[in-house]
Every structure is written in structure tokens, then in C-alpha cells.
């Protein structure tokens, strides 16, 4: 099973700023089939990119994904209010596993 | 637009039994894989499960193998999961997701959640 580790656990930074949050895989994930997803509180996950860069429909441009490998890393350019939540990594090669999250909490 | 809704979530005792079930809409549901993800109480997610179009193949995580069973009906458009011998650590929020027709292993569309418990 591929394990994967976000860092850091809590990003705390203020609205306008840069968030960049990263996911490594135990294993090099398949074909870079890592997605990421965005949950706040009492709602559902919501994807945002899939397939390691590409944004999934409806997604602000403000949001990029990089990475391939086992190195992964989302990116939001400058944070809105709406963006303070919590970040997952998930991937799809072996398996379905998600990472553990990542708080970005406003400073 | 894409509509998931669980139900059938609740209180059951350990070793007890409970059926989940998702409506969905909004989409052609014989076309896709589903799927079972769920997530403890102040934790992160977990894939649980996932069924084909047809129903023909599907996966478990190894810690609900041999105990739930992911099922579907493509002519009600409704997804169940049947959960025996359940457990304390299966207390989660128990989502349903539409899993992405292209095999790339993403969740494109999740419902709201029902809520498992399960206390003596």
C-alpha cells in the first residue's frame, strides 16, 4: 500500500498569500494519478485537481498542482477567505489511499 | 446536476449489522464506478470501496474485507453498502462518490454523508 504524508499539518497565513502544501508517496505513484481535495467544515470533500496538474471543473486558477513521482505539491497562488480548510492528497495506483490533511487556518 | 444522497446511517451496537444506501442523479449511473469512502469523527478520509458499472468487480480496504459488501442497482440508480460484524472503529461518516469514468482513481462528485455510530 502506498502511504502518503502531507506537510506541513497546519499552514497558517493570511488572506493574499501563497500556500504551498505538499504530499509525498512511500512508492511512485502510478501514472501520477494523485488528485486533491478540498473539505470544510461540515461539508463534503470537493476535488480540485486530478491526474497531479489538471484542474477539475469549476476550479479557480488560483489552484495548480506540480509533482510526479513520489513529489507532489498544490499551490494556491493567493489565498482567498473561501480557501481556509483542509487539504487532502489521494492517489490511485496501488490501492486508493489519502493523506492524512493539511489545516490552512487563517494567521 | 450531480446529486449523491446517503441514507441508512445510525446507532448499532458491536457485532450488529446496517445497510447504506446512495440515490443518485443527474448523471447516466450504469456509465460509472462507485465508490464508499468514509471518515472518523475528527480524522481523515478512507477509501472503503468501489464497484464497477456493472457490478462485476469491486475492491475493499483490507479492514472491512470479508465483513461489508459494496452492491448496486443500475435500474434505480442506488448504491448500498452492507456492513456486518461491525465495529467501534467503523464509527465514521460513511460518503458516497462517483468515481471518475476515465480510470484515473479520482472522486468527482461526493454526498453529503450518513453517519455511522457504532456504542454499545
Known amino acids: 500500500e502506498i502511504v502518503l504524508t502531507q506537510s506541513p499539518g497546519t499552514l497558517s497565513l493570511s488572506p493574499g498569500e501563497r500556500a504551498t502544501l505538499s504530499c509525498r508517496a512511500s512508492?511512485?505513484?502510478?501514472?501520477?494519478?494523485l488528485a486533491w481535495y478540498q473539505q470544510k467544515p461540515g461539508q463534503a470533500p470537493r476535488l480540485l485537481i486530478y491526474?497531479?496538474?489538471r484542474r477539475a471543473t469549476g476550479i479557480p486558477d488560483r489552484f495548480s498542482g506540480s509533482g510526479s513521482g513520489t513529489d507532489f505539491t498544490l499551490t494556491i497562488s493567493r489565498l482567498e477567505p473561501e480557501d481556509f480548510a483542509v487539504y487532502y492528497c489521494?492517489?490511485?495506483?496501488?490501492?486508493?489511499?489519502f493523506g492524512q490533511g493539511t489545516k490552512v487556518e487563517i494567521k | 446536476e450531480v446529486q449523491l444522497v446517503e441514507s441508512g446511517g445510525g446507532l448499532v451496537q458491536p457485532g450488529g449489522s446496517l445497510r447504506l444506501s446512495c440515490a443518485a442523479s443527474?448523471?447516466?449511473?450504469?456509465?460509472?464506478?462507485l465508490s464508499w469512502v468514509r471518515q472518523a469523527p475528527g480524522k481523515g478520509l478512507e477509501w472503503v470501496a468501489n464497484?464497477?458499472?456493472?457490478?462485476?468487480?469491486?475492491y475493499y480496504v483490507d479492514s472491512v474485507k470479508g465483513r461489508f459488501t459494496i452492491s448496486r442497482d443500475n435500474a434505480m440508480n442506488s448504491l448500498h453498502l452492507q456492513m456486518n460484524s461491525l465495529r467501534a472503529e467503523d464509527t465514521a461518516l460513511y460518503y458516497c462518490?462517483?468515481?471518475?469514468?476515465?480510470?484515473?482513481?479520482?472522486?468527482?462528485?461526493w454526498g453529503q454523508g450518513t453517519l455511522v455510530t457504532v456504542s454499545a
Open positions: 464497484i464497477k458499472e456493472d457490478g462485476s468487480e469491486k
Open positions: 443527474g448523471f447516466t449511473f450504469s456509465s460509472y464506478w
Open positions: 512508492q511512485s505513484v502510478y501514472r501520477s494519478y
Open positions: 491526474g497531479a496538474s
Open positions: 462518490a462517483r468515481y471518475d469514468s476515465g480510470g484515473e482513481g479520482y472522486f468527482d462528485y
Open positions: 489521494q492517489q490511485h495506483g496501488s490501492s486508493w489511499t
